[in-house]
């Protein structure tokens, strides 16, 4: 069943009105501001710039889209896109649970899937930013007994390190012995069986999980910390990300207003890899991850240079627009090499994630849904709206992965 969903704008975050979705408004929109602008918006800016961006009419066509998507799509979860501050559209739609037919809410917390990832790059960055480790700096000087030498840890960052996927090469032997291992028992057994590398390191992309599992390792290996405490000290908590945990979490609040992930009607029950992290893991709600999109964006995580290097591409071996830098997926212009957009995609166990966004225009779209549908990859329509249909390239769904 829909739920009609608060849509958020800054107007209606300076309103008198004190109910209390009103103050969760004001408080998301004055995270939003004070990161992206470093001060917060007059009325009289907010105004402006809901007339530029033609704020309303852009509303009422994003509300068009995602009622279809629900309706014809059967999309189920959580809907958020800004731009330049104003919150042009926030909804959610279905359940949390199916069986319980628990409605969505906008406190809805999903599974990030590989939209992870951005948070185990910005991790490691931190830490090189500190000066404690190098992008140059090889897997064994953190892991002494890591059978492969030769791998940067800026070669996991860009998925060039050749490592096989853990959850493709791990046998079922090893999967009766322990069927729900952590990170550490990953390295133990790459280090025991050494399977063959896909490719040499730094050759060629190669998408794969283990990287980033490998990575959250190297967090905690260097900064003496457990991976979801160095997330929560230096990341979700000055960021204000409050309903943001990993799901190894022992923190009872994750599981307040937690999603289930269902592909094909079917609930999924605990994966045999759930327990690892760094590739996925992070559990999240669309006002979160718009924190995090303004921490990003608004330099209040890594410097500009930094932030630089992690949207620089790092792969041309196929011509095309895709493209990968440190933890970020992009859409590249082939003449200058220069993203136009950056996003990241997530797809696990029934649930599906995007986040993305315009570095030029500063628009951002988060969809969160917990029953697998690839129709929320398919943004074309979307980015027409923000953009002008004019402006969005062709091809833009077909190479989203």
């Known amino acids: 069943m829909f739920k009609t969903g608060i849509i958020l704008a800054l107007i209606v975050a300076f309103s008198c009105n004190n109910t209390a979705d009103h103050h969760h408004a004001a408080s998301l929109q004055n995270a939003l501001a004070d990161c992206v602008t470093d001060a917060t918006l007059t009325p009289e800016q907010i105004s402006k710039i809901r007339t530029r961006i033609k704020a309303d009419q852009k509303t009422a066509s994003l509300d068009s889209i995602f009622r279809r998507k629900y309706k014809l799509e059967r999309f189920n979860g959580n809907v958020l896109i800004a731009q330049q501050g104003v919150v042009l559209y926030r909804n959610s739609f279905g359940y ?42 090889s897997i064994q000087k953190f892991i002494p007994q890591f059978p492969y030498s030769g791998i940067q840890i800026k070669s996991l960052l860009s998925h060039r390190s050749g490592l096989p996927n853990y959850a493709y090469v791990l046998t079922d032997s090893v999967r009766k012995r322990n069927p729900y291992p952590c990170n550490d028992d990953i390295v133990r057994w790459y280090c025991a069986v050494k399977p063959k590398l896909y490719n040499t390191p730094n050759r060629n992309f190669s998408y794969s999980n283990t990287n980033y599992a490998l990575l959250a390792t190297i967090v905690e290996k260097v900064s003496g910390q457990k991976f979801e405490d160095y997330l929560r000290q230096y990341i979700f908590k000055p960021l204000g990300m ?90 590249v212009n082939e003449a200058t090499r220069e993203p136009k957009y950056v996003y990241h995609t997530g797809w696990w166990k029934g649930y599906n994630t995007l986040m993305w966004f315009s570095p030029k225009n500063k628009f951002v779209i988060i969809i969160l849904s917990n029953r697998y549908n690839r129709s929320i990859y398919q943004i074309k329509p979307i980015l027409e709206v923000l953009e002008g249909k004019s402006k969005v390239e062709e091809g833009v769904e077909e190479e989203l992965f």
């Open 96 to 137: 949390a649970q199916i069986e319980q037919k628990d409605t969505m809410r906008s406190e809805s917390k999903f599974q990030l899937a590989s939209l992870s990832k951005t948070f185990t790059a910005v991790a490691i960055l931190k830490l090189y930013e500190e000066g404690k480790l190098k992008l140059e700096d």
């Open 242 to 331: 409050k309903d943001t945990y990993l799901i190894t979490s022992r923190n009872d609040s994750l599981n307040l207003y937690r999603t289930t992930g269902y592909q094909y009607n079917r609930r999924l029950p605990k994966d045999n890899f759930d327990d690892v992290v760094g590739d996925k893991g992070v559990y999240s709600t669309m006002d979160d991850v718009l924190r995090w999109y303004s921490g990003l964006s608004g330099g209040c995580v890594l410097r500009p240079e930094t932030m630089k290097e992690a949207f620089t591409p790092r792969s041309f071996e196929r011509h095309g627009i895709k493209n990968y830098g440190y933890g970020f997926r992009m859409h």
